[in-house]
């Protein structure tokens, strides 16, 4: 009996030291987690923190937005050709979108580059992106929120050069191309492709070649972004999150703190559901200039969406 019991609290002491080094391997675990975890928030911290830049514009909405209930609010998306083709000047916003962001959708609109619209303190037709050429980011917000009749919160520019630092940083992705044709001596067949750092600015910047022109560049942009996202956001590049923070923060500029972007990911899990929105234009020739004039009925509607997805009166 004796021996038995002294078996029997053997085993037990045996177990209980089992279970001692899971809980010691567990928490260790953790603690590296925690560790790995605590780095990503603070390097991307200083990342977003390197990015961000206020501007100065016209203040169309009464108050400021609330992202802590979930209020929905505008945000003006710049490509620019800044750095592309080894570009230093200030150049013009190539990629103009507008979206409205809402806990549950995200409206993301896209403005043809060649839009016609009245620029303020510049008399005559101009094409919308010469607002950004003429005042940068600050004339952009501007021009947009009296054309669209919104008021646009915060802005995020990313030069074109970006796309290649990023592309490397992320790694290949494939697309599914609609036409074929070829841009700055690359050749893309029709169907899928894969897209990297060599080829990225002669897939997302031709226009000449494709019969819809701008709308179809717009296309080819979109497609490459979402693959990038959707990689980025991959378990598989968590190990490139230093390289991907480096060539975030070295090319784009936003007026989102770090507090705002957590905001964002916490209150508005829904916005990436994306309705895809399309300013389309018809193409007219004003004093030897080509322009993309957009309908009255068009705008009207396009503004109407706005103001009820971001409640506006």
């Known amino acids: 009996m004796p021996d038995e ?3 029997h609290k053997h085993h037990h002491k045996k177990k209980k030291r089992w279970w001692k080094w899971v809980l010691i391997a567990l928490g260790l675990f953790l603690l590296i987690d925690a560790v790995i ?7 991307a911290k200083k990342a977003v923190d390197v990015t961000y830049k206020a501007v100065k514009h016209d203040d169309k909405r009464t108050g400021s937005v609330n992202l802590d209930n979930g209020q929905p609010f505008s945000v003006l998306l710049l490509g620019s050709d800044t750095g592309e ?15 409205a962001v809402t806990p549950k959708k995200t409206e993301l609109l896209s403005i043809p580059r060649d839009t016609l619209v009245t620029i303020a303190g510049h008399p005559g037709n101009n094409k919308i992106n010469a607002a950004y050429s003429y005042d ?9 929120q009296s054309y ?13 050069k970006g796309l290649e630092q990023l592309s490397e940083a992320i790694g290949p992705v494939k697309v599914d191309n609609d036409l074929e044709f070829t841009n700055l001596d690359v050749h893309f067949p029709k169907g899928e492709v894969t897209i990297n750092a060599d080829n990225i600015l002669a ?6 070649e494709d019969p819809r022109g701008d709308y179809g560049r717009q296309l080819r942009q979109r497609q490459v972004l979402t693959a990038l996202v959707e990689k980025a956001a991959s378990i598989d590049s968590l190990a490139k999150y230093h390289s ?21 990911v916490t209150n508005y899990g829904g916005a990436k559901n994306i309705d895809q929105i399309q300013l389309k234009g018809n193409g007219q ?8 004039v957009v309908p009255k009925e068009n705008l009207d509607e396009v503004r109407s969406q706005l103001k009820q997805t971001l409640k506006l009166k």
């Open 5 to 7: 019991q002294h078996k």
């Open 37 to 43: 975890v605590g780095k990503l928030y603070f390097d």
């Open 85 to 99: 083709y080894g570009r230093t000047e200030q150049g013009r916003s190539d990629t103009i979108m507008v979206a």
């Open 136 to 144: 940068g980011v600050s004339g952009a917000l501007n021009t947009l």
């Open 148 to 160: 669209l009749d919104i008021p646009i919160d915060h802005y995020i520019e990313i030069n074109m």
């Open 203 to 208: 897939y997302t910047r031709m226009r000449y």
């Open 244 to 264: 991907i923070l480096n060539a975030i923060s070295a090319n784009m500029k936003t007026d989102l703190t770090f507090d705002d972007i957590k905001d964002i």
């Open 285 to 292: 020739m004003i004093d030897g200039v080509s322009y993309e």
